[in-house]
Antibody, heavy 122, light 107 residues
Framework: QVTLRESGPALVKPTQTLTLTCTFS??????????VSWIRQPPGKALEWLAL???????YYSTSLKTRLTISKDTSKNQVVLTMTNMDPVDTATYYC??????????????WGQGTLVTVSS | VIWMTQSPSLLSASTGDRVTISCRMS??????LAWYQQKPGKAPELLIY???TLQSGVPSRFSGSGSGTDFTLTISCLQSEDFATYYC?????????FGQGTKVEIK
């Protein structure tokens, strides 16, 4: 059974760095083709893809946010960590991690965490 | 970069109605399109992938069609549990992009 769970602070101040952890089970990020991604959703708005890390430690970032994002993994702990620097109130959103697989091409996001709401406010 | 247009943004319907949601791409993506359902306060759930393949456990009243640039999600007989927001997502090329969402509300 595949599960993912996000954890991190519910409230951060402007200019601070956000660190979120995705802890997953039911699959291994050392398995060829496995990837974990971060996606966010501001209140009442659409989904926005942020970053992805794959089994080979290749990393991909949203073009508009790449200077602020870092994604990493700890395969032994089944965790993926996302950091986002210089947080702003517009970054207030629910942050999701999701599993995605890659073979000859990409696949859809088949499993999602429940999401964690992060509010940016002084 | 591929652009997506999902429509309508809001759809008012009654239980038992047949509803369709459209997703149009700025360039062809073959059948690399997924549909998700999201209920308030919950994470999105994968409904359909490869444009028309139902994810395991998804009721058969949901169907997807299309290829290339034009795609459709159809709910044949709307049930109370189907009132939610639906998103399309292309995975033909990177980055993966989501549509703007269609909220299906009770008429």
């Amino acid at each position: 059974q595949v599960t993912l769970r996000e954890s991190g602070p519910a409230l951060v101040k402007p200019t601070q760095t956000l660190t979120l952890t995705c802890t997953f089970s039911g699959f291994s990020l050392s398995t060829s083709g496995m990837c974990v991604s971060w996606i966010r959703q501001p209140p009442g708005k659409a989904l926005e893809w942020l970053a992805l890390i794959d089994w080979d430690d290749d990393k991909y970032y949203s073009t508009s946010l790449k200077t602020r994002l870092t994604i990493s993994k700890d395969t032994s702990k089944n965790q993926v960590v996302l950091t986002m620097t210089n947080m702003d109130p517009v970054d207030t959103a629910t942050y999701y991690c999701a599993r995605i697989q890659r073979g000859s091409g990409w696949h859809p996001f088949d499993y999602w965490g429940q999401g964690t709401l992060v509010t940016v406010s002084s | 970069v591929i652009w997506m247009t999902q429509s309508p943004s809001l759809l008012s319907a009654s239980t038992g109605d047949r509803v369709t949601i459209s997703c149009r791409m700025s360039q062809g993506i073959s059948s690399y399109l997924a549909w998700y359902q999201q209920k308030p306060g919950k994470a999105p759930e994968l409904l359909i992938y490869a444009a028309s393949t139902l994810q395991s456990g998804v009721p058969s009243r949901f169907s997807g069609s299309g290829s290339g640039t034009d795609f459709t999600l159809t709910i044949s007989c709307l049930q109370s549990e189907d009132f939610a927001t639906y998103y399309c997502q292309q995975y033909y090329s990177f980055p993966p992009l989501f549509g703007q969402g269609t909220k299906v509300e009770i008429k």
